[in-house]
């Protein structure tokens, strides 16, 4: 037999409806805030990954599932949705449409990572992505709409932590605090932050190591050290964030350490998941369009892990609403009643109904049992007399009451009941 890839899962049948559920939602919220969706490829150019997630990144560094095709590019499986949107943006010249370009996506991702709970080398994100706008209010207007993605999957207990990276000058001033902090203790730091410390300082404050993160408490913090414009941006940031009635904390310690990112980052995150608590990452990314090879576009977005969500909403009982079953199970008792119940589902059908009937040659006590297994909301049974007469009874499942039906009216029953 051959077993699935390692990192990877199947959605089965019998529980697709929730993720269709989360997709749902997903689509909801984005229409409510005017996003449109965009989609790009699966694959794309390595060196896109390179330069638009940034190679002192884990991801860049150790996740990427890259394979030379047979014309010997290198291509990349996309281990996130920015840079994939970033490189449209600018090969379709969607700066020249009305700004702020609102965009979103639902994608699979790829990541070469160790599989646990909530970590996969497969996994799912809903992200959004606003290119054009430099305005704090954009940056509050991204975070209400993860933070109302949440609240209508039911999802509590989520804590929103936002801070300020600030630009590259008071970047520039920072490193050279945070290096001087940093020095003394390099010796007792894991080896990835000590080869962090020359290229890429501020994150070693994302580290997840607990010798790290106990030195990095006391570190110099970078919102101290912003200038007035960035300063002042996310004061408007938290002033607008008050305005959607979201509520947040301040954390020093969130970075996304790219060059290119600037000014808000923010995390979502949960005490239910275990290790892996973050369920939403963003921020603002000034620089990414440029660096691509854009003209200077300011953006933001967020992406939600959709497996994170879904193992949030178990782990904390926040239901789903039910899968549902067909609107109507047609019971056929011989050859000639089984062929009407074949061609009444297929009417049924047609009229924008959904219907089911037996294909396992079951008795008809055996297809009312398969009926309730199913969640059948209407039974309608088929005989030698109901072929006679023309009319048949359609139970109703949830309360059994009883309904007799001509047959040239069976489709616009189940029809109007889906109008009610
Ligand atoms: P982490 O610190 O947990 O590795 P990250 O910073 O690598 O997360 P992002 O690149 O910000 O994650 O991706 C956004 C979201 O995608 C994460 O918050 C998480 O919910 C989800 N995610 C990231 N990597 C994985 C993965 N390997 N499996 C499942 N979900 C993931
Ligand atoms: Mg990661």
Redesign the pocket.
Known sequence: MINIPKGTKDVLPQDSYKWQYIESVARKVAKDYNLKEIRTPVFEHTELFQRGVGDTT??VNKEMYTFKDKGDRSITLKP?GTAGVARSFIENGLSNSPLPVKMYYVIP?F?Y?RPQA????E?H?FGIEVYGSASPDTDAEVISAAALFLDRLGIKNVRLNINSIGCKECRTRYNAQLRAYLLPHLDEMCETCRSRFDKNPLRILDC?EEKCKAITLDAPRIVDFLCDECAEHFKKVQEYLGCAGIEYSVDPNIVRGLDYYTRTVF?FVSGDIGA?S????GGRYDGLIEELGGNYTPAVGF???L??LLLLMENTGVGFPEDEGPDVFFAGMDDDSRKAAFSFAQKVRESGCSAECDHMGRSVKAQFKYADKIHAKYVVTLGGSELESGACRAKRMSDGSVYELKFEDIPEFFKKLKEQ
């Open positions: 884990d991801i996130e991702a990541r990572e909530g970590r996969l080398r996994f994100q997840k995390e892996q973050t369920v939403c990452g992406a939600v892990g497996e994170r």
